[in-house]
Structures are given as structure tokens and as C-alpha cells.
């Protein structure tokens, strides 16, 4: 069965420090993996995804994430914070098979200080 | 934006009544989904639809029905509302099922207090 681990439900950063954001995931075949981000009072909208095409993924806003097979993770980074990113981000699986559902992780509200 | 509506956006109701929501798309995508947003918990699967009159249980489908009579319309009901069902319910779309095309689009929620 697919799952997704987020370390960490909170994590906070200075503006313009990095963002590192974790995940790692289990899957019997290989993933398609995401990443979404929830802005308050907001439903949920995709960020990047990884479909076997690149390992190293560019999404929007600055943020990528890099598929790491032997390490099974699929971690989000941002070079430099903004005010802006403060959100809850969810990371997800799902083995592209049938009529398989994508799971969700816990999320991670991350936190900008300024 | 995917055009996609949830209705009611906010709603009160005591134990024991039952609950109607309702999502509403503009895309004509096939798949639809329901799922309860809860604090440590993330995002759970009620219930998903491949279809008109096509659906099938999530991991957290008891206590809800759905119905989708239309491409557009998919409707959650709880029979009997309990406070175990306070949370937060969004709906979400998605033209293919899984794979590298998979995508899912999501409604601004619904949020639920059972008192």
C-alpha cells in the first residue's frame, strides 16, 4: 500500500532563509509524487509533481523538489523565504495504477519570520 | 481556476440531522472526490466517483453516501450528523485517475460544525 511521511507539522523560517520541507514515501511500484500547497481559507492546489520524467522537478513559486529513489523522499526546497510561503504544504502519492487514489500526508504549516 | 463551486461554504447543524453538501463543476472532468480535513490528520478520502452513478468508498466512508447523477454534480450526505463529523469538506476534480497526467483540482471547502 502507498503512504506518505511529512516530517515535521510545523517549521519555521526567517525570510529569506531556506525552506526544506520533508517527505518520503512507500510505494510497491514506482510513484508519481506531489506537492500541494493550502494558503488559509483555501482548498488545496498542486505546486509541483514528479512523473518519472526529471528527478529534479521545478514548481511554482520558486519551489522545487528532488526525487530520490534510494532514499525513497521527495523533499520541497526554496532557495530563499518569503512572507508569502507561509502555508500548510502536503506532499502525495500515487502508484498510477487503475483506479488507484492519491494519498495525502499529514501537511506541514510552514512559518516565515520576519 | 477550475471551475469548481461548494455549497454550502459554511454550515451549523445539530446531531442526528442529516447533512447535504454539494459540489459543482464546470470542467467535465470524470473523477470526483470528496475529502474531511481534520488537524493531524491532513486529508482523508470519503468517497470518489469514476462516473455518472460510479463511485466507490475511501478510507473513511462510514457515516457518508454520495450520489453523482450528473458529470457535474457529486453530493455528500451524512444520514445522521454526529460531532465525530465536524471538519472541513472539500471536493476535488481530476481528469485522469493516476499516472503522470494526474492532477487534482480542488473546491474552497465547506466547513461543518455539529453540535
Known amino acids: 500500500a502507498q503512504s506518505v511521511t511529512q516530517l515535521g507539522s510545523h517549521v519555521s523560517v526567517s525570510e529569506g532563509a531556506l525552506v526544506l520541507l520533508r517527505c518520503n514515501y512507500s510505494?510497491?511500484?514506482?510513484?508519481?509524487l506531489f506537492w500541494y500547497v493550502q494558503y488559509p481559507n483555501q482548498g488545496l492546489q498542486l505546486l509541483l509533481k514528479?512523473?518519472?520524467?526529471?528527478?529534479l522537478v521545478k514548481g511554482i513559486n520558486g519551489f522545487e523538489a528532488e526525487f530520490k529513489k534510494s532514499e525513497t523522499s521527495f523533499h520541497l526546497t526554496k532557495p530563499s523565504a518569503h512572507m508569502s510561503d507561509a502555508a500548510e504544504y502536503f506532499c502525495a502519492v500515487s502508484e498510477g495504477r487503475g483506479y488507484q487514489k492519491v494519498t495525502f500526508g499529514i501537511g506541514t504549516k510552514l512559518q516565515v519570520i520576519p | 481556476d477550475a471551475g469548481i463551486t461548494q455549497s454550502p461554504r459554511h454550515k451549523v447543524t445539530e446531531t442526528g440531522t442529516p447533512v447535504t453538501l454539494r459540489c459543482h463543476q464546470t470542467?467535465?472532468?470524470?473523477?470526483m472526490y470528496w475529502y474531511r480535513q481534520d488537524p493531524g490528520h491532513g486529508l482523508r478520502l470519503i468517497h470518489y466517483?469514476?462516473?455518472?452513478?460510479?463511485?466507490d468508498k475511501g478510507e473513511v466512508s462510514d457515516g457518508y453516501s454520495v450520489s453523482r447523477s450528473k458529470t457535474e454534480d457529486f453530493l455528500l450526505t451524512l444520514e445522521s450528523a454526529t460531532s465525530s463529523q465536524t471538519s472541513v469538506y472539500f471536493c476535488?476534480?481530476?481528469?485522469?485517475?493516476?499516472?503522470?497526467?494526474?492532477?487534482?483540482?480542488f473546491g474552497p471547502g465547506t466547513r461543518l460544525t455539529v453540535l
Open positions: 510505494s510497491s511500484v514506482p510513484p508519481y
Open positions: 466517483s469514476y462516473g455518472v452513478k460510479d463511485t
Open positions: 470542467e467535465n472532468h470524470r473523477y
Open positions: 476535488a476534480i481530476s481528469e485522469s485517475s493516476g499516472g503522470p497526467h494526474h492532477t487534482q483540482y
Open positions: 514528479y512523473t518519472s520524467a526529471a528527478t
